[in-house]
């Protein structure tokens, strides 16, 4: 018989504001499982998202840190398949947590979501083969906007990496964290007013 596990959303020890973490609803019995990836009414989101990616990658990977400059997006993740170490900062100037990074192990087995605001810089290091991460976004997404910080000169995180890791030189020419001005920041909107919440 179908069983459904319907839990609560629950947030992180080290959260940054706004950034949640969901349990999928499963349904399991001895044939397998299946897990609702999105229910809209349902969910905790309540943007309208108009993008899914799938990102695919092989292990010792490092991607980040990226975020969207002028048009900064809402995403949700979740990871189909694999294990990461997954990473995030927080460059809202008004936010309660500017600045501030956590990292999370995230594992395709667990059927668990992450939502992160816009505003906020993503990377991960790939910790396994066959890592499979689907994306939906809020915006849509536009590689000319793209932007990120050296992941190396966030300080409260141990990167998982070694001599085999593999890294764009792109990643490792972005500005340091304490490098960045206001103009670097990300332009956060108030979709209901218009106005400039974040960035300059």
């Not at 973490?21 to 309208?48: C, K, M, Q």
């Not at 906007?145 to 792109?170: A, Q």
Request: aromatic share 10%.
């Amino acid at each position: 018989m179908m069983q459904k596990n319907m839990n609560k959303n629950i947030f992180s020890a080290k959260a940054i504001e706004g950034v949640k973490i969901f349990n999928l609803p499963t349904h399991s019995d001895e044939r397998g499982e299946l897990y609702e990836l999105w229910v809209g009414e349902n969910h905790f989101a309540t943007e309208s998202f108009v993008q899914d990616n799938i990102v695919k990658c092989k292990v010792n990977v490092l991607r980040g840190m990226h975020y969207q400059k002028n048009n900064p997006y809402s995403q949700i993740i979740t990871l189909i398949s694999g294990k990461i170490f997954d990473v995030l900062l927080d460059l809202r100037p008004g936010s309660p947590t500017f600045k501030q990074s956590t990292a999370y192990i995230l594992d395709g087995s667990k059927n668990i979501q992450l939502y992160m605001p816009s505003g906020i810089a993503h990377g991960y290091v790939s910790l396994t083969d066959n890592v499979i991460i689907s994306y939906k976004c809020n915006e849509k997404y536009q590689p000319t906007d793209e932007v990120g910080v050296l992941w190396s000169s966030i300080p409260e995180i141990k990167w998982p990496v070694n001599e085999k890791t593999k890294i764009k030189n792109r990643d490792q020419n972005f500005k340091k964290l304490n490098d960045l001005v206001d103009n670097d920041l990300p332009k956060v909107i108030d979709t209901n007013k218009g106005d400039i919440l974040y960035g300059c």
